[in-house]
């Protein structure tokens, strides 16, 4: 439990900073990652986006909302009962503005050695490989 605690502390720290940075922008972190999704893969569907970030569809859907409502994505028209979302132009530059305000937070993680980042990568990879479950067999 102690590493468990250890990473959740971690987490709880690293997104009220990044929030903290974000907060001038009028976004939250969870919005900004909406975006930066959205950027690598335009007319993306709430389903798919929730997969992504492992939030439900309903949460997914909540984001693109307030994201439209703010004028940073435009929705597609319901085809079906998927709707699609991509980055108004006004979403592209609150974008660039959102990732200038986290260059001091790469800064500071670009401080740490390279040896450090390396190992911290391949260990929080090996924690969420481990937490993983082993797929259920077809037959059960």
């Given at each position: 439990m102690?590493?468990?605690t250890t990473i959740l502390r971690f987490h709880h720290i690293l997104e009220a900073?990044?929030?903290?940075?974000?907060?001038?922008c009028g976004l939250s972190?969870?919005?900004y990652e909406?975006?930066?999704i959205l950027v690598a893969e335009p007319k993306l569907h709430?389903?798919?986006?929730?997969?992504?970030?492992?939030?439900?569809?309903?949460?997914?859907?909540?984001?693109?909302?307030?994201?439209?409502?703010?004028?940073l994505i435009e929705l597609l028209p319901r085809d079906g009962a998927i709707r699609c979302a991509w980055l108004t132009r006004a979403g592209r530059k609150r974008?660039?503005?959102c990732r200038c305000a986290l260059e001091s937070i790469e800064r500071a993680t670009g401080a740490l050695p390279s040896t450090t980042a390396r190992d911290l990568r391949e260990t929080l990879s090996?924690?969420?490989?481990?937490?993983?479950?082993?797929?259920?067999?077809w037959w059960l």
């Amino acid at each position: 439990m102690d590493l468990i605690t250890t990473i959740l502390r971690f987490h709880h720290i690293l997104e009220a900073r990044l929030d903290r940075a974000l907060n001038g922008c009028g976004l939250s972190f969870a919005q900004y990652e909406v975006m930066e999704i959205l950027v690598a893969e335009p007319k993306l569907h709430g389903g798919e986006l929730g997969r992504r970030l492992h939030i439900t569809r309903q949460s997914a859907h909540g984001l693109f909302r307030q994201l439209a409502r703010a004028g940073l994505i435009e929705l597609l028209p319901r085809d079906g009962a998927i709707r699609c979302a991509w980055l108004t132009r006004a979403g592209r530059k609150r974008l660039d503005i959102c990732r200038c305000a986290l260059e001091s937070i790469e800064r500071a993680t670009g401080a740490l050695p390279s040896t450090t980042a390396r190992d911290l990568r391949e260990t929080l990879s090996s924690f969420e490989a481990a937490l993983i479950p082993p797929p259920r067999p077809w037959w059960l």
